[in-house]
Antibody, heavy 123, light 107 residues
Framework: QVQLVQSGAEVRKPGSSVKIVCTAS????????ISWVRQAPGQGLEWVGQ??????STKYAQRFEGRLTLRTDASTSDMYLSGLRSDDTAVYYC??????????????????WGQGTLVTVSS | DIQLTQSPSFLSASVGDRVTITCRAS??????LAWYQQKPGQAPSLLIY???TLQSGVPSRFSGSGSGTDFTLTISSLQPEDFATYYC?????????FGQGTKVDIK
């Protein structure tokens, strides 16, 4: 079964950008929808956005519109966030939000997660 | 946006207890609800999807019910490994919102 492996922790200054890579191990992302979720220190889960690899379509949470770009290919999915602020400090997770097999597609919740990437934004 | 409100936010229970967590949606979401468990330092793990379908590999002591706006996650007999934080999530519309979480602690 596919596993998701994320790139390592990042430290950035306010106003800069960060890219996080989510790599599929043991499978492909070409038939998947990948969502990104973040969790600020001691806080709950916040959905950031998603990309459908089959159609190349994206959905972004409104608060990230204009700052967030998601890309994907058969083996990796990238999240690029610009204009970083201190309140963007969080662990960012990629997760499989759906997949297709043959002509059928399934949306069983977020069933596979990456290990998380800590992004620290500090001057 | 659809708001999800979990209750309680915190509960203290003993091994063997029956535990119930509720999730209320601000709008009708049919059965498009999932439940996750998260332990400290770990990514969330899917327990239940489509409100009541148990994810493969999840113990049968976990169950989910509900539709529309009111949902429940039940742990029939709490085990030591179940002490964690639980989140509901709606998959009916975008953005895919989460409840604020329920932390289950040891009494």
């Amino acid at each position: 079964q596919v596993q998701l492996v994320q790139s390592g922790a990042e430290v950035r200054k306010p106003g800069s950008s960060v890219k996080i890579v989510c790599t599929a191990s043991g499978g492909t992302l070409s038939d998947s929808t990948i969502s990104w979720v973040r969790q600020a220190p001691g806080q709950g889960l916040e959905w950031v956005g998603q990309i459908n690899a089959l159609f190349g379509s994206t959905k972004y949470a409104q608060r990230f519109e204009g700052r967030l770009t998601l890309r994907t290919d058969a083996s990796t999915s990238d999240m690029y966030l610009s204009g970083l602020r201190s309140d963007d400090t969080a662990v960012y997770y990629c997760a499989r939000a759906g997949y297709c097999s043959g002509t059928n597609c399934y949306w069983p919740g977020f069933d596979i997660w990456g290990q998380g990437t800590l992004v620290t934004v500090s001057s | 946006d659809i708001q999800l409100t979990q209750s309680p936010s915190f509960l203290s229970a003993s091994v063997g207890d029956r535990v119930t967590i509720t999730c209320r949606a601000s709008h009708d979401i049919s059965s498009f609800l999932a439940w996750y468990q998260q332990k400290p330092g770990q990514a969330p793990s899917l327990l239940i999807y489509a409100a009541s379908t148990l994810q493969s590999g999840v113990p049968s002591r976990f169950s989910g019910s509900g539709s529309g706006t009111d949902f429940t996650l039940t742990i029939s007999s709490l085990q030591p490994e179940d002490f964690a934080t639980y989140y509901c999530q709606q998959l009916n519309s975008y953005p895919r919102t989460f409840g604020q979480g329920t932390k289950v602690d040891i009494k």
